[in-house]
């Protein structure tokens, strides 16, 4: 089986960051690149007139506070399935972060995507939003699945 090459990724040209660059990607739908990075940057603008922070250390807090410490992986073992609790690493925890940033964003309706997504990183910087509840969500189930850790090997 061959291993999987990870492709290094150049941080963006305006924050010079890299998880801004891969929350870009993130947002991209199409390959339409340049449309995605204006969002983010709308978004962060929005962000800093609004809470009058740095838009860079909001969007740090809010990956952190929606990022996951478990989560719970199908196992089969003897015929019978268990939703196993696993602990999650470190890149899929930013990914997933981001993921559900941008996904709580899409799902709130009537507003241009750049206010959506600015009020979702505010929320999940505040521990609040979609995002959070999603994260919440997933600890909550690998609580519940605690009896069958002993099969995460």
């Known amino acids: 089986m061959k291993k999987f090459k990870k492709h290094p990724?150049?941080?963006d040209s305006f924050y010079n960051?890299?998880?801004v660059a891969k929350f870009i990607n993130q947002v991209m739908i199409k390959g339409k690149k340049t449309i995605?990075?204006?969002?983010?940057?709308d978004a962060f603008e929005i962000i800093k007139e609004k809470t009058k922070k740095e838009p860079?250390?909001?969007f740090e807090t809010a990956l952190k506070n929606a990022s996951p410490l478990l989560e719970v992986k199908s196992?089969?073992?003897g015929g019978a399935t268990y939703q196993v609790p696993v602990e999650v690493r470190g890149d899929?925890?930013?990914t997933l972060s981001m993921r559900w940033i941008i996904f709580g964003a899409k799902s709130k309706k009537g507003r241009p995507m750049r206010e959506r997504l600015a009020s979702e990183l505010m929320d999940a910087a505040n521990n609040t939003?979609?995002?959070i509840k999603k994260k919440?969500?997933?600890h909550r189930m690998a609580e519940a699945n605690r009896a069958f850790a002993h099969f995460a090997w």
């Open 9 to 11: 990724i150049t941080p």
């Open 17 to 19: 960051n890299i998880q």
């Open 36 to 41: 995605a990075r204006k969002i983010v940057y």
């Open 56 to 58: 860079l250390e909001v």
């Open 75 to 77: 196992k089969r073992i």
């Open 92 to 94: 899929r925890k930013s």
């Open 129 to 131: 939003g979609w995002a």
């Open 136 to 138: 919440n969500d997933t």
